[in-house]
Every structure is written in structure tokens, then in C-alpha cells.
């Protein structure tokens, strides 16, 4: 069954504008949330994850993501875009035991 | 402390032969996971491996592929006779043990770029 999906490979928003990157996972106890970037020839850097706590989860470059356990869902945004957040961005969750489950990314075009 | 290491960064092979890449863990770190990211494509889990252990290998290829995590010494991914399909970006990533915190993320390197001739 699959952990993470991630709605959306592409997502192309104009410079300014608010990104919506979207993921939810599957999941019968409380997972760790994570979201990653990978910017061009570069390994994955991890932006923000939850744990406990706060469900509204701030990360680095003023990116955020929101748990939301009725929706299962741990959708990332970013008020405003800039040109250098085009990446490919990667939702994971990491489940008792160790094991990860990374979503197939959602590669982000800024539009100048 | 340094971070994952990875090499080669770049690796060219001929059809048929042996490719060989390496992963050091960051230090304290136990666990070692193997990634294939494909051209336009997701990144792929292959294989967990903790010391001497191989804990979950359910995304490895049946054949030509292999994975070590020694006493001693980088965890080792091996392609024997590669084909062009294997052309592609390896990454591993390493992360504490379970029991030392569950929020611990993975800590990734920066990937070998295998190109198959």
C-alpha cells in the first residue's frame, strides 16, 4: 500500500505567488513528516518535519507545512515564491522500525 | 561532523562491467538506505541496511545488484555487468537509531552519477 503520495508532479507558479505542494500518506499510528528539496545535481536537504507538538511545522527558506491527521494530510506552502525555490521537492514518512517512505516529488517551476 | 559521504560523485562503467559506490554514514549513524533516482523520476528505495545486517531490500533489482554494510568500513552498492538502464543518480542516506529519537531524519549524501557507456 502506498505510504506517501504526492498530488501533482509538476506545479508551475508565477514569481511572488503562493505554492501549494501537496502530500498525503497513509499511515495507522501517528507518523514523522518530513519534506525535502533537491535543487539540480545536488542530494536531498531536508526543509521542515513533524514530530509531536505544534502542527503547524516551520522550515527553512519561509517554507511551512501543516499536519492535519483528519485529512491525513502534510501539505507545504510558501507565501510567496521566488525563483530560486524551483527543485524537486519530496514528502516522506517515516513509520516505526526505521523505514522511510519517500513520494514519487513534485518538481516546482517558478515562472519570472 | 562531517556529513554522508559518497564516491565516486561520478562514475563512468562500460556495458558489462563492475560498478562499485560507496556510502560513509555520518558518525553515530548505524542505519544506511540506497536510493536510485531515475532521469525525470522519483526517488526509488532500493535497500536498509544496518552493520552487517541487510534489513530491507524489497526494492533491489533480483539480479546484478548487492548491498553491503560491513563492521568496518562504507556501505558498499554493487552493480555487476551493467547495462544502460543503470545509468542513473545513486543517493544514500544514513540516519540514528530508532531507539536514540524517532524524529531523526535522514541524512542524505550527495549522490553518484553513474553512466552507463
Known amino acids: 500500500a502506498q505510504s506517501v503520495t504526492q498530488l501533482g508532479s509538476h506545479v508551475s507558479v508565477s514569481e511572488g505567488a503562493l505554492v501549494l505542494l501537496r502530500c498525503n500518506y497513509s499511515?495507522?499510528?501517528?507518523?514523522?513528516l518530513f519534506w525535502y528539496v533537491q535543487y539540480p545535481n545536488q542530494g536531498l536537504q531536508l526543509l521542515l518535519k513533524?514530530?509531536?507538538?505544534?502542527?503547524l511545522v516551520k522550515g527553512i527558506n519561509g517554507f511551512e507545512a501543516e499536519f492535519k491527521k483528519s485529512e491525513t494530510s502534510f501539505h507545504l506552502t510558501k507565501p510567496s515564491a521566488h525563483m530560486s525555490d524551483a527543485a524537486e521537492y519530496f514528502c516522506?514518512?517515516?513509520?516505526?522500525?526505521?523505514?522511510?517512505?519517500f513520494g514519487t516529488g513534485t518538481s516546482l517551476t517558478v515562472i519570472p | 561532523n562531517a556529513g554522508v559521504m559518497q564516491n565516486p560523485r561520478h562514475l563512468v562503467r562500460r556495458r558489462g562491467q563492475e560498478a562499485r559506490l560507496r556510502c560513509s554514514p555520518m558518525?553515530?549513524?548505524?542505519?544506511v538506505y540506497w536510493y536510485r533516482q531515475l532521469p525525470e523520476e522519483g526517488l526509488k528505495f532500493m535497500v536498509y541496511?544496518?552493520?552487517?545486517?541487510?534489513?530491507?531490500e524489497s526494492g533491489m533489482p533480483k539480479e546484478r545488484f548487492s548491498a553491503e554494510f560491513p563492521k568496518e568500513g562504507p556501505s558498499i552498492l554493487r552493480i555487476q555487468q551493467v547495462v544502460r538502464g543503470d545509468s542513473a543518480a545513486y543517493f544514500c542516506?544514513?540516519?540514528?537509531?530508532?531507539?536514540?529519537?524517532?524524529?531523526?531524519?535522514?541524512?542524505f549524501g550527495p549522490g553518484t552519477r553513474l553512466t552507463v557507456l
Open positions: 542516506a544514513s540516519s540514528p537509531p530508532w531507539a536514540s529519537g524517532g524524529d531523526n531524519e535522514q541524512f
Open positions: 499511515s495507522s499510528v501517528p507518523p514523522y
Open positions: 513533524y514530530t509531536t507538538g505544534a502542527t
Open positions: 516522506a514518512v517515516r513509520k516505526t522500525g526505521n523505514q522511510f517512505y
Open positions: 558518525k553515530g549513524h548505524s542505519h
Open positions: 541496511l544496518q552493520k552487517e545486517n541487510i534489513i530491507d
